[in-house]
């Protein structure tokens, strides 16, 4: 591999600019590298980046490499699963980001401008440490009837108007078509599907959709998709792939609709036919924000009656009373949380710990503020401890944890 090569990718890394495929060559040019020297090397033209006007003298360089050979020997240590199969290594390439971040945290703090840079990765669990969260789900069925899938058994669950209710080997929830018989014209049944906090749930639709829920959600749906659309009403957050009607006639344009309610009170619509895309309409969010990743959408404005289409790459912003186009998002940064990672784009804390508060399901207290915006990714499958460790890592914040509540110093 060329040098000119290798500090490209570097330099992609530490400015969190990488992609998935640029960081799996990343690890594996690390996993060669056996010269300090080279090290020492790439860590000064990367330090000149982020501060022109200085270079990095012997003794930051020397700790440096000492933390980064360091962070080598932590076998143990839990990192994000960004790249996988690349074992401690990764953990080289997160050691040479965590502290080149001071050096960024000093330049911008000049600047008033407390932006903070963090990394995947956490330390060891303590014992009374609060784990993450996990498939935790409870069905509701048209009859009323509760069902815990979390511990429910593997195979049939139920079956209603024709179609079974099956939790999947791999843990997902699905409805599937019986050969029980069922009258078309009977009215359709709604089921609901709830994440409490520090939960999370994969469904596949009668359709063949298939829903990613986030924790402290609820996705509405029923049984058969029997009309002219198929209707699905969402709280909280999900990700959706939606398959496109597999029927003849006018169910051949049988649009799938996901209906949410704004924060004044009114129903949006995001209206498709197959596309993939993400809906997060917490209650406790000022806004309701659409963005897709593939094909197209349709977003309906609930005051005004208009409509607004949607390509890959924006997010629609529907407030109480207006509705904003994104053009430029980072999809990467929406979808994080279904891939089992915290992306933070330049957010505040508040931001960030409401995240943290529901996967893990614990209350958040402030004793301070901070203008300080976090920029980074850390895995969701590590305790919280990995957490709070790297968000105080940045010198922005620190927290208290008591119990099931964490304050922010």
Known sequence: MQPDRLQYLLDRFIHHQATREETEELALWIDTIKDHSEWRSRLETIWTDFKETETLDASASEMLLKRILQQKRLEERPVSPLVRGAGKWWAIAAAVAVFLSVGTYIFYQADRNARKTLIAGSTPARPEDIPPGGNKAILTLGSGKKLILDSAQKGTLASRQGVQIIKL???????????????????????????????????????????????????????????????VTLRGEGYFEVNKPNTAGKKALQPFIVAVVTPSGKTAEVQVLGTHFNVNAYEDEPVIKTTLLEGAVKVKDPGQDQVYTLSPGQQAIIAAQSVQINRHVNTDEITAWKDGLFDFEGINIRAVMKQVSRWYDVEVKYQTHTSAHFVGTISRNVHISGVLHLLEMTGAVRFQVTGNTITVL
């Open 169 to 231: 080997d791999s843990g997902m929830l699905a409805y599937q078509p019986s050969s029980a018989h069922h009258r078309d014209n009977a009215p359709p049944e709604y089921n609901t599907l709830t994440t409490p906090r520090g939960g999370q749930y994969q469904i596949v639709l009668p359709d063949g959709s298939h829903v990613w829920l986030n924790a402290a959600s609820s996705l509405r749906f029923p049984t058969a998709f029997q009309g002219a659309e198929r209707r």
